[in-house]
């Protein structure tokens, strides 16, 4: 969080949301801060209004400060940050690293998964055909239509994740037991969990 703007291409959030273009969405400005004096004449008393120029059409936004002086904790929450265009780190380099037999395990469990749901009548049969083809992200968007990724680790586990749910959704799964499997699982107990739930 910052106290004030600096006038560089950037990206600006109000406790972290991002703040998009009224008019393109696109979501880099330059913010620019301008002082008006409260009292004309003034005596050093300013108001700082927030203003920031969309760098794809060059719409002008205007956002308020909603920083305030949080007296339970006794600090003061600011509520802008500023992150500049040119210091971005790549996207992937934040990208968990997912090693190979757990992504190989997220793929086992996701077939159990599906043929689990395939018996409930809750996916249809051809979910296996993505499977099959290692489509995970498909497979995921049939769950979730809004669901987007592009790491595919992250897109194996995320679609395991959303099936798992249905599983809880629709009553398949006892949820309470599946999150403690999952929150003590170290390497089996996931697998032999959705074993242990399709029809003989
Ligand atoms: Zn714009």
């Not at 949301?17 to 009224?22: D, E, R, S, T, Y």
């Not at 600090?75 to 802008?80: F, M, N, V």
């Not at 395991?160 to 003590?184: F, P, T």
Request: glycine share 2%; charged share 25%.
């Amino acid at each position: 969080m910052v106290d004030h703007l600096v006038s560089e291409e950037s990206r600006l959030y109000i406790f972290k949301k991002p703040i998009l273009c009224h008019i393109c969405s696109h979501d880099i400005f330059i913010p620019i801060e301008t002082f008006t004096d409260v009292e004309k004449p003034g005596i050093q008393v300013t108001f700082v209004h927030n203003t920031a120029i969309c760098q794809q059409c060059g719409f002008v936004i205007q956002f308020g400060d909603p920083s305030y002086y949080d007296n339970e904790n006794d600090i003061y929450r600011w509520a802008l940050d500023q992150q500049f265009i040119n210091e971005q780190p790549t996207p992937e380099a934040h990208e968990p690293f997912i090693d190979a037999d757990t992504i190989a395990k997220y793929e086992r469990c996701i077939h159990l998964s599906l043929q689990i749901l395939i018996q409930h009548d809750e996916s249809p049969q051809t979910m296996l055909n993505l499977y099959d083809n290692a489509e995970y992200l498909a497979i995921a968007n049939y769950f979730d239509a809004s669901y987007e990724q592009t790491n595919s680790q992250l897109i194996t586990r995320d679609c395991l994740g959303l099936l798992l749910r249905k599983l809880m959704d629709k009553n398949i799964a006892d949820s309470d037991e599946l999150i403690k499997v999952l929150q003590h699982d170290d390497n089996m107990h996931l697998e032999s969990f959705l074993k242990a739930l399709i029809m003989k």
